[in-house]
């Protein structure tokens, strides 16, 4: 298993290149200064060129990229253009409320979608199938930013039951931060939760249809336990696979659901970057990103063998 992640660590530096020089050539090649975002609209050209020296956008487009991955090569993701700090301190500590709205959304979004889905397996073809599944298909079909804003209607303006933004740490208050996180991890499971529910009913048909499920059957074994024991164990490889790809889901969804609830995370970091066109902060954010996202997949594939003693690593 060593050798196994360690060629998948290796395998992660490519990936990673590719996506800093994707990000890094798209942003200089767009239109626009960021210089002049220091400046107003009545600035001389000569103050223009004097704030692109002091920021280095003078230098030409090979120079800046070689610096940058030189700098990179050291840890250094660059100093933000206008927080005017450290972008990896500015990313570490944004980064706790995204992780936590990331980690509760999954949480919730696997719970429901699996308890859902099997149900609807266990009940196929009645009533409590046919609403799930139509509720799953609702959950995939709502536009996130749509969901959170009347949600905050519903239940923070109508009824005001939850705070509808702000963000209180976890080791300040935990039962506020509990009240703070409970609309934008609903906001953004609501649909990964389809998804889960609806991958989990279709590999539980598969499986509770198979000769060893009605062997199970035949010898009298409790239907909890030919569910759970004998189907559910059997169908968690591909519903692990829908896990790993909806922690992407959740990190590219983190970003609008933060911007609707005005919650402190990587997703207003990286969104007021861009309006912005402070290119440091967007150039480390998105490469951090990346980076938990080839994690996450690395412990999909170790979780791989833990659920199915047939999957050999090496």
């Known amino acids: 298993m060593g050798r196994f992640v360690l060629r998948r660590l290796l395998a992660s530096v490519p990936v990673l290149f590719l996506v800093s020089l994707i990000t890094f050539g798209l942003l200089w090649l767009v239109p626009g200064d960021p210089a002049s975002m220091f400046l ?7 103050a223009l060129e004097r704030v692109r020296r002091e920021l280095g956008l003078d230098r030409p487009f090979l120079q ?17 253009l206008l927080l005017n700090r450290s972008v990896t301190s500015a990313i570490f500590e944004r980064l706790p409320v995204t992780l936590s709205l990331t980690a509760l959304s999954f949480g919730l979004a696997v719970l429901l979608g699996v308890l859902a889905g099997l149900l609807a397996a266990v009940r196929h ?3 409590a199938d046919q609403g799930l599944m139509t509720m799953a298909l609702l959950g995939l079909s709502i536009p ?49 939760m389809g998804f889960v529910a609806r991958m989990t009913r279709s590999s539980m048909l598969e499986v509770l249809g198979q000769d060893f499920v009605r062997t199970a059957r035949a010898k009298g074994l409790p239907e909890p336990y030919v569910v759970i024991r004998h189907g559910l164990a059997n169908a968690m490889v591909p519903i692990v696979t829908v896990m790993g790809i909806m922690v992407g889901a959740l990190l590219g969804g983190a970003v609008v659901v933060e911007q609707v609830f005005s919650l402190p995370g990587m997703g207003r970091l990286i969104i007021g970057a861009v309006l912005s066109r402070d290119f440091p902060v967007i150039q480390g954010g998105l490469l951090f990103l990346a980076l ?15 659920i199915d003693p047939r999957v050999r690593l090496e």
């Open 292 to 306: 938990i996202y080839l994690l996450v997949n690395l412990v999909v594939d170790l979780l791989y063998a833990a």
């Open 64 to 80: 800046r990229m070689g610096e940058w991955y030189l700098r990179l090569l050291q840890g250094d993701l660059g100093t933000s």
């Open 144 to 192: 996130e930013f749509w969901l959170g804003l009347v949600l905050i209607w519903l239940v923070a303006v109508l009824v005001p039951i939850f705070p509808a933004g702000d963000y209180v740490a976890f080791f300040t208050d935990p039962w506020q931060w509990a009240r703070h996180m409970a609309l934008p991890t609903f906001t953004l499971a609501c649909v990964q």
């Open 125 to 127: 073809g009645r009533p």
């Open 40 to 46: 107003d609209t009545s600035a001389t050209q000569e």
